[in-house]
C-alpha cells in the first residue's frame, strides 16, 4: 500500500475507544439530566403556585412573628391562619417569608397543607431556577454524543456527521443559551424585587 494509501486509511478509521473517559462523560450526562429533571419537576410545580395558576388562593393573617436563631442563622418565624378567598379559615402552622407585624396580611397559595408565596419576586426565583434546568438538560444533550463517541467510535461518529444531528445540535445549544439568558434576566427582576420591597 501506498504512502498516500496509508494516509487516506488511517483517515478513514475511527479513533479508539476510550472507556474510562466515556465512561466519565455519561455519568456527567446522568448527573446533569437528573438536575434538570428535578429542578424542572420542582420549580415548575412551584411556578404554577406562585403565578396562582393552581391551589386555593387566599390570605395570610399574622398573628405574631419571634426570631429564631442568631447571626446568618436567625431567621423570622411568623404564626397565624390562612384565610381562603372563599372565606374558610385553614391553620397551617408558622411560615418564615421575613419580618412582619401583627395583623399583615399576606397574599399566599394554599396547596396540600402548605403555602407558596405569590407575586413577581417569587415567579422570578423560579424561573430563575427552571431556565438553568433547561441549559442543564441542554448540556447533557450535547455532551451526550461525545460520550457515545468515546464509548463507540464508528457509531458515535456516523452520529456526529448525520444531517439531522447537526441540525438538532444547534438547537439544543440554542436553547441551551436562551435559557442562561432568561435565567440571568430573572435572576435580576429577583434581586431588584426583593431589594425593593425588603427597604421600601
Known amino acids: 500500500m ?3 494509501q496509508q494516509h487516506r486509511s488511517h483517515i478513514g478509521k475511527p479513533p479508539p475507544r476510550n472507556p474510562g473517559l466515556a465512561s466519565f462523560v455519561l455519568l456527567l450526562v446522568l448527573l446533569l439530566g437528573g438536575g434538570a429533571a428535578a429542578g424542572g419537576w420542582w420549580g415548575g410545580d412551584n411556578l404554577a403556585y406562585a403565578a396562582r395558576l393552581t391551589g386555593t388562593p387566599g390570605l395570610y393573617l399574622v398573628d405574631h412573628c419571634e426570631p429564631h436563631g442568631t447571626g446568618r442563622q436567625r431567621r423570622i418565624v411568623c404564626h397565624g391562619v390562612f384565610q381562603a378567598d372563599d372565606g374558610r379559615r385553614l391553620s ?3 411560615i418564615s417569608t421575613g419580618d ?4 399583615d396580611r399576606l397574599p399566599m397559595q ?3 397543607g402548605q403555602l407558596n408565596q405569590v407575586g413577581v419576586a417569587p415567579i422570578a426565583g423560579w424561573v430563575f431556577l427552571l431556565g438553568f434546568a433547561v441549559a442543564a438538560l441542554s448540556g447533557a444533550l450535547q455532551l451526550l454524543p461525545v460520550g457515545v463517541e468515546l464509548a463507540a467510535p464508528a457509531a458515535g461518529r456516523r452520529l456526529r456527521q448525520a444531517a439531522w444531528a447537526a441540525r438538532g445540535r444547534k438547537v439544543v ?4 443559551t436562551g435559557a442562561i439568558g432568561v435565567a440571568l434576566a430573572a ?5 431588584v424585587v426583593s431589594l425593593a420591597a425588603k427597604w421600601s
Open 173 to 176: 445549544a440554542g436553547v441551551g
Open 2 to 4: 501506498s504512502a498516500p
Open 110 to 112: 394554599y396547596h396540600g
Open 100 to 103: 412582619h407585624w401583627a395583623g
Open 92 to 94: 397551617v402552622g408558622s
Open 187 to 191: 435572576g435580576v427582576v429577583f434581586l
